[in-house]
């Protein structure tokens, strides 16, 4: 028999000192700094296109908030591909797009968050069943709704929305949650399409509170399967510098 696949947050668990660990923990404190005026508050973590990290990214991170004693909320935003609930191995019967069913004990709020076994304090909102008409459904008063509920039953609420090239889903996000994390792939994401992704969320109010390059690599040296993260921070800088 093979050998049974890790989970994408088993290093998160290990004792000993890590360096993916370590730098995710990294990111998590970056964010404390950045969240000085609102420690609370719910943020939304994207990109530029699909498949430069942000779900990895999301799911490694609650871990450790919920390692520090946080009880957390990680909601997959992505109606349209959704993957955090692979990541976790959790059912899609319940989550997201329930609550805009005309059934209330569906539509339920708790009855669509799940715990993840192995983490205490993390919760888990997945995508639930793909629905025909996303961005319909994100942009009605009920998501406003269900997020004032999570922040009143969670200590923080962490967003994996899709990427922002080319469906506006993370832009219907930031009209309630006005924060964001933005990923980027080391060696990857093209420039151009980063700027570009950047400033739709700009222009669409959302306060970038930093920038997270996922599987960098310094020449010469190798950090094991998935690298390890660097973080550049954008919330203490002029406005109008880039």
Partial sequence: KGKKKEAEYATMLKEGNYLM??????????????LSDNHNAPILISSSLQGEGKSHLSSNLLVAMAQAGKKVL?????????????????????GLSNIWDADPKKADYAANVQ??????????????????NPAELLNTPKLADFLQWAQKNFDQVVIDCPAILPVSDTLLWGKYVPRAVFVIKY???NAKLAQVAL????????????AVIGHYRPKGLSY????????Y?????DKDKK
Avoid at 224 to 231: A, E, I, W
Avoid at 233 to 237: A, I, K, L, R
Wanted: net charge positive; hydrophobic share 30%; proline share 5%.
């Fill in 21 to 34: 660990a370590e730098n995710v923990r990294n990111v998590r404190t970056m964010l404390d700094f950045a």
């Fill in 74 to 94: 990680l909601v997959d935003g992505d109606l349209r591909r959704a993957r955090v609930h692979r990541v976790f191995k959790l059912s899609t019967e319940k």
């Fill in 199 to 210: 400033d739709k969320l700009q222009k669409a109010g959302i306060k970038i509170l930093g």
């Fill in 224 to 231: 094991g399967k998935y690298g390890y993260y660097k973080t």
């Fill in 187 to 189: 060696g990857q994401t």
């Fill in 115 to 132: 715990p993840v076994k192995d983490v205490p304090n993390l919760f888990v909102m997945t995508s639930g069943q793909r629905p025909p």
């Fill in 233 to 237: 921070s954008y919330y203490n800088e």
